[in-house]
């Protein structure tokens, strides 16, 4: 990374992508990256906010769609959406209802900037995503610590009780992790044991585009 220079007038940015298992503390290192550069010169699109609309789907049966499975995610979207910034254009990030299984009528303004991280469980395991990131980073932490932070997460965020979470790790949550994202280490250009708990190793990722980012004051 530290070979490459970025300059933050130019509209081209550096994508970077932060897989991992649920609950791997992605999303903390993602934010991390971001609160460190800067809202000027860092934005953050969670693949979560591509879940397909279900809207036209009786409630009953949304429940029971596979949502860990990378087709349950509008991955042409956000490749475009990764192209427009590219581009130099500002897109609308949709905006979820995790409770619901629907998509809000809401969306966000995103606009280009020097780096822009996209998180996800599946984002390395796409090869249309994949192949429109510059540096990959894919983030291990052991899978029980994973799964009590997803039941934290869901219980206290997403409005579900115990055993449907339970009914759902077992059902698709596992499966796919073992399917599909665990596989996806394997396109990392880096790998970041723990998580957000990983301090040392999100530092040096900082300081790397610290390096590479003209004009920025260093920490």
């Known amino acids: 990374m530290s070979e490459t220079t970025i300059d933050p007038t130019d509209p081209n940015p550096l994508f970077i992508g932060i ?118 980073i894919f983030v291990d932490t052991d899978s029980d610590v994973r799964l009590m932070r997803r039941i934290r997460r869901d219980m206290r965020e997403r409005g579900r009780d115990f055993d449907d979470i339970r009914h759902q790790y077992y059902g698709t949550v596992r499966p796919m992790h073992l399917q599909f994202v665990e596989p996806s280490r394997r396109h990392a250009d880096l790998i970041i044991p723990e998580g957000g708990d990983n301090r040392v190793a999100i530092g040096m990722v900082v300081r790397s585009l610290f390096g590479m980012l003209k004009g920025l004051p260093s920490e």
């Open 19 to 136: 897989a991992g298992g649920t609950g791997s503390g992605k999303t903390t290192v993602a934010r991390a990256i971001s609160a460190a550069l800067g809202d000027d010169h860092c934005a953050v699109i969670d693949h979560d906010a591509y879940y397909r609309d279900l809207a036209h789907v009786p409630f009953e049966q949304r429940v029971k769609v596979n949502f860990d499975h990378p087709e349950a995610l509008e991955n042409e979207l956000l490749a475009r959406d990764l192209d427009r910034l590219r581009g130099g254009e500002t897109i609308a990030k949709p905006v979820y209802d995790f409770s619901q299984h629907i998509r809000s009528t809401e969306t966000v303004a995103i606009a280009p900037r020097p780096v822009i991280v996209v998180e996800g469980i599946l984002v390395l395991a796409v090869p249309s995503l994949r192949k429109r990131l510059d540096v990959k």
